[in-house]
């Protein structure tokens, strides 16, 4: 499944957690350790018997969604089922978000 980039408001995210359990990457395009672990995360998204959306949120488009998120530092990971947040990632720890992927 494609990664997700066109979501910048919580509303859209919002409506996105109604139905689907996501796994949200937040990212910057000059954030280096975002740049290492994002061949990562979309290798992850391809796997088809992963049960998630995937999307990518870019903290300089989108400061409301972060700012609800508590978001301070990048990569953040945040894993969302039936609607609540489950898992949230700080930094570039590819074992950890694959196991939150697959758990």
């Known amino acids: 499944m494609p990664v997700r980039t066109d979501i910048t408001k919580k509303s859209q995210l919002d409506d996105l957690f109604e139905t689907n359990n996501t ?59 039936n609607n609540k947040q489950v898992n949230k990632i700080v930094g570039c720890n590819t074992h950890e978000l694959e196991r939150i992927v697959n758990s």
């Open 23 to 81: 796994i949200i990457m937040f990212t910057a395009s000059w954030c280096g350790p975002c740049k290492m672990i994002k061949p990562v995360f979309d290798k992850l998204s391809n796997n088809k018997r992963t049960p998630l959306e995937f999307v990518k949120i870019d903290v300089d488009e989108s400061p409301d969604i972060c700012q609800y998120f508590d978001i301070t530092s990048l990569p953040t990971f945040i894993k969302i089922e």
